[in-house]
């Protein structure tokens, strides 16, 4: 059986329709008139129909050109009929065309091209619609009148031994009506067979490809109808199949389920199917057992797996990785466990002896994609085990690997704070133990926090993409900041001084303006959790003195936090870079004896002041969408004047060069009036970080109404 193909839209394919485009156009032309090759035009939709099926209406035009008068050679109309692969049921109109092509005269189509066409419709009978089937059942009387009247007689029959097709429909009949038909059928004629079998398998899977296709827009229909493996899967998964044998007269089975309300008013008498691991790879039955769950079927499950992954482990430690049935059925189970959002406990088991056995590679996107549900509640213990295990099979010492690490410690950190906020926020309590939710994550931020700056560290500069990984794993986290509600287990941990700087010198603005809108996140949540003391006292080794105000924060963790906004507001802002005499200014952490000179030398070549290297104007991933900013308001006053401005900005824009261009007959903008105009541009482009930092930290656009809750 060929081998299965990807759908494309219900076998809709621009090259496929372009193709036919130029047939149509070439059929009409004589051989020695084309300009066009047409071996090349037939190959293309031989090629496109076989890997995508052809769509019906492309179909009515593929059947339309070859039954009409046309210069196509033998060879052509061969290629072309093999290659009708139907991406869908076939229409009664495409039947009705075919049967009125039969038959003899000038304007129907070569004998052979007839034959060609009848064999066809014998090989799609299964993928007719309802009504083409009837009107197929219905010309059959045309179809036999067709034949040559005398060659029906039987005693011409018994003298016509050179003719298969006469004596094996002689022998149907003889099979079905012994009595009449008693002539010797002797001869090379044999009884009918299916014309290309391997031609119909492909067929089948075309329209299993397509089917399954069209299925994946319409999720409610198809999630309510039990699944059937196509003959698109390319893995054959050692999930069995959804069956029930054992049903009653009063109830139901989960394979008589097609739509919403069937399924709702049938909900108490379904039958559990025969095999329930089938639920692994079911949707419906995971419907099913979601709204009824049952002790039974949960054993039943756990048996199945567990003797599964006996083998599985077996398998391991004799040849070093899995069998070949191992890979479909992670895959099977992770997209289980993201849609039950639970890791089955004999899962969790297989996966934790299994990692010690992993080479870091086979089936990784599955395993992967299961342990990011390890459960919140496993003890710090068994959950450190199987992390450092994890680490130690995955990394290689390569960026990519720790991306991948930093990628599923993000799905970890997302499954674990949805867990929290999904449970009830914990009331006041006087107890001084730990919060066992607020170690783990404490512990799993710590650890990743390490692994971002290793990764960033061991690429110079870091590449986009390892930006973006790491940028990620902290929005998720800075995000879960925001519900006040669990402050008390969503503690604020913030990320390393070093990692803060290497993205603010990030020479990618999205990586800038993420970043902001990150420091703009824990901002808030320090806000609140100043403004609203804890529930929860201190741990007994804190000093209270060393706590800020009355919260249960060390006060050197807010004042290096404010100190990393300090930073980017002076670089950003207050065009007062790398200074170190503000509050809390940390100057970036640059050493002062050494790069800072140097940073020096490189602003005074290229005539900037130091403090204004990184400001809105100067920065080299803003100055551009600056000066656009300011040249807006230019064009919106030249508008308003008619065209009479006399000079326009140059850039870059400075307080200075503001007063010096209105006194030269440009426009009049004051220097927070062309910063803010900045924040905006940037905003409507999508860059809105940098704005919402600025908005919650700087007091004079708080003031304004930009955002923010508190100030600097």
């Known amino acids: 059986m060929p081998s299965a193909m990807t759908s494309n839209g219900a076998g809709n394919s621009p090259n496929l329709e372009a193709a036919v485009v130029d047939l149509e156009a070439v059929a009409q032309v004589p051989k020695k008139k084309r300009a066009t090759d047409i071996n090349g035009v037939v190959e293309s939709i031989r090629a496109n129909a076989f890997d995508h099926g052809v769509a019906p209406a492309v179909l009515e035009r593929l059947i339309n050109i070859l039954i009409s008068p046309n210069h196509l050679d033998q060879a052509s109309h061969k290629t072309l009929i093999g290659s ?4 869908g049921p076939v229409s009664q109109a495409i039947v009705t065309d075919l049967l009125g092509c039969f038959g003899q005269g000038d304007e129907k189509p070569h004998p052979t091209v007839q034959v060609g066409l009848l064999r066809w419709l014998v090989l799609i009978y299964d993928v007719l619609d309802g009504e083409a089937r009837k009107t197929l059942e219905r010309g059959y009387g045309v179809l036999f009148n067709l034949l040559d009247m005398l060659s029906l007689r039987l005693e011409l029959a018994r003298s016509t031994n050179n003719e298969p097709g006469l004596i094996g429909l002689t022998r149907v009949y003889k099979d079905y009506y012994p009595d009449v038909v008693v002539a010797a059928t002797a001869g090379r004629g044999s009884s009918f067979v299916h014309p290309d079998l391997e031609w119909h398998h492909h067929l089948l899977a075309i329209q299993q490809a397509n089917a399954e296709a069209d299925q994946e827009g ?13 003959a698109k899967r390319s893995k ?29 008013d049938q909900l108490d008498a379904i039958e559990l199917p025969n095999q329930i691991a089938s639920v692994i790879r079911d949707p419906l039955l995971q419907k099913y057992l979601a709204l009824r769950p049952s002790e039974v079927a949960r054993r039943r499950l756990d ?41 089955l406990p004999v899962v969790q088991e297989f996966l934790q002896n299994v990692l010690a056995l992993w080479d870091g590679r086979s089936d990784r996107d599955a395993l992967l994609g299961l342990l990011a549900f ?8 068994e959950r450190s085990s199987l992390l450092t295990t994890l680490e130690g099979a995955l990394l290689d010492n390569t960026p990519s690997s720790r991306r991948i690490l ?7 950190l997302r499954h674990w704070t949805v867990t929290i906020l999904s449970r009830p926020a914990s009331s006041s309590n006087d107890s001084r133990s730990p919060n066992p939710h607020q170690e783990a994550l404490q512990n799993l931020i710590s650890r990743v926090s390490t692994l971002c700056l290793a990764l960033l560290e061991s690429e110079c500069p870091p590449s986009f993409s390892s930006e973006s990984t790491v940028l990620t794993f902290y929005e998720t986290f800075s995000s879960a900041l925001s519900h006040a509600s669990h402050a008390d287990t969503l503690r604020i941990i913030t990320p390393p001084a070093q990692l803060i700087y290497l993205l603010t010198f990030s020479p990618s603005l999205s990586s800038l303006s993420r970043l902001c809108g990150i420091l703009a996140h824990y901002k808030r949540a320090f806000e609140h959790a100043i403004s609203t003391p804890s529930t929860r006292p201190p741990p007994d080794d804190a000093n209270p003195d060393d706590l800020f105000e009355h919260t249960t924060y060390p006060r050197t963790t807010v004042n290096s936090f404010n100190g990393f906004l300090m930073d980017i507001c002076n670089l950003l802002w207050r065009n007062r870079g790398f200074n170190t005499e503000d509050v809390n200014a940390l100057g970036c952490g640059l050493p002062r004896a050494t790069v800072l000179p140097a940073l020096r030398l490189h602003a005074d070549r290229a005539a900037v002041p130091l403090p204004t290297l990184f400001s809105l104007s100067h920065h080299p991933v803003l100055c551009h969408l600056s000066i656009t900013a300011f040249r807006r308001l230019e064009d919106a006053v030249a508008t308003d004047r008619a065209g009479d401005l006399r000079t326009r900005h140059a850039g870059p824009v400075t307080q200075r ?13 004051s220097w ?26 700087m007091k004079v656009l708080m003031r304004a109404g930009t955002g923010g809750m508190g100030g600097k």
């Not at 007269?249 to 399924?263: A, H, K, M, Q, R």
């Not at 006996?310 to 004799?318: I, T």
């Not at 390890?374 to 213990?381: F, G, I, K, M, R």
């Open 672 to 697: 927070a009036d062309y910063r803010l105009e900045v924040l905006r541009y940037l905003e409507s482009r999508g860059v809105g970080g940098i704005g919402e930092l600025m908005g919650c930290t």
């Open 657 to 669: 060069s503001l007063l010096r261009n209105a006194e030269e007959g440009g426009i009049e903008c």
């Open 406 to 412: 930093v990628s599923f410690y993000t799905s970890i």
């Open 303 to 343: 048996d199945w797996l567990e003797a599964f992954f006996a083998d599985q482990l077996a398998v391991f430690r004799d040849t070093g990785k899995g069998s070949r049935a191992l890979g479909p059925v992670l895959e099977d189970l992770a997209s289980y466990t993201q849609a039950t959002k639970v890791l």
């Open 236 to 264: 054959v998964s050692a999930v069995p199949d959804l069956r029930t044998s054992h049903a009653t007269e009063s109830s139901i089975t989960l394979e008589e389920i097609d739509s919403v309300p069937t399924f709702i």
């Open 374 to 381: 390890v459960p919140l509640d496993t003890s710090s213990e």
């Open 218 to 230: 319409l999720n409610v229909q198809s999630s309510f109808r039990v699944l059937r493996r196509g």
């Open 84 to 87: 009708l692969y139907p991406s």
